[in-house]
T-cell receptor
């Protein structure tokens, strides 16, 4: 069984740039959720995708957007990067209607 | 507003001792309460989870105690080992949607 994989592992950007992070869900999982984890904090929900549609969103501005593909993999896009966007971005997959979520090891994004 | 409050922020325990981490929530619609373990540079890994229809769940050295009337739940780690040294997060979610609300984390150090 393949777990959740995320790429890249680390990324450095400057303010105002755009970034795309990628996630492959665990085998058999059709739902993907994205979280932002600031240093020393718990993960904060960004949004969830199911059947290629956004299925719930946390308190994040529209410059955070996403996609889900037919194979259930997903992308997180962030436009107009700000210094406060520096964080670990985590992807979690699950089966729709089933609550356990399984996390990848994240992408560490640093904004200079 | 923090939906799930976690304490203590940090915990130091002797090898063989019991580690206890507490969480409290307000939203009675929550119906799933997992605990995650996170090592540096890794994503959160599901440790154990409970639903509000039971008061206790045990898996190996890890036990969740759940008090529905007090809206509190706790993680007990029996016979704590140095390898248990990590950050622990409690979380809560509700159907549908399954957005996870995380606590702020507890850094556990087990001293040999």
């Amino acid at each position: 069984e393949t777990g959740v994989t995320q790429s890249p592992t680390h990324l450095i950007k400057t303010r105002g740039q755009q970034v795309t992070l990628r996630c492959s869900s665990q085998s058999g999982h059709n739902t993907v959720s994205w979280y932002q984890q600031a240093l020393g904090q718990g993960p904060q929900f960004i949004f969830q995708y199911y059947r290629e549609e956004e299925n719930g969103r946390g308190n994040f501005p529209p410059r955070f957007s996403g996609l889900q593909f037919p194979n259930y993999s997903s992308e997180l896009n962030v436009n107009a990067l700000e210094l406060d966007d520096s964080a670990l971005y985590l992807c979690a997959s699950s089966l729709a209607g089933d609550q356990p979520q399984h996390f990848g090891d994240g992408t560490r994004l640093s904004i200079l | 507003q923090q939906q799930v409050k976690q304490s203590p922020q940090s915990l130091i325990v002797q090898k063989g001792g019991i580690s206890i981490i507490n969480c409290a929530y307000e939203n009675t619609a929550f119906d799933y309460f997992p605990w995650y373990q996170q090592f540096p540079g890794k994503g959160p890994a599901l440790l154990i989870a409970i639903r509000p229809d039971v008061s206790e769940k045990k898996e190996g050295r890890f036990t969740i105690s759940f008090n529905k009337s007090a809206k509190q739940f706790s993680l007990h780690i029996m016979d704590s080992q140095p390898g248990d040294s990590a950050t622990y997060f409690c979380a809560a979610s509700m159907r549908p949607g399954n957005q996870f609300y995380f606590g702020t984390g507890t850094s556990l150090t087990v001293i040999p």
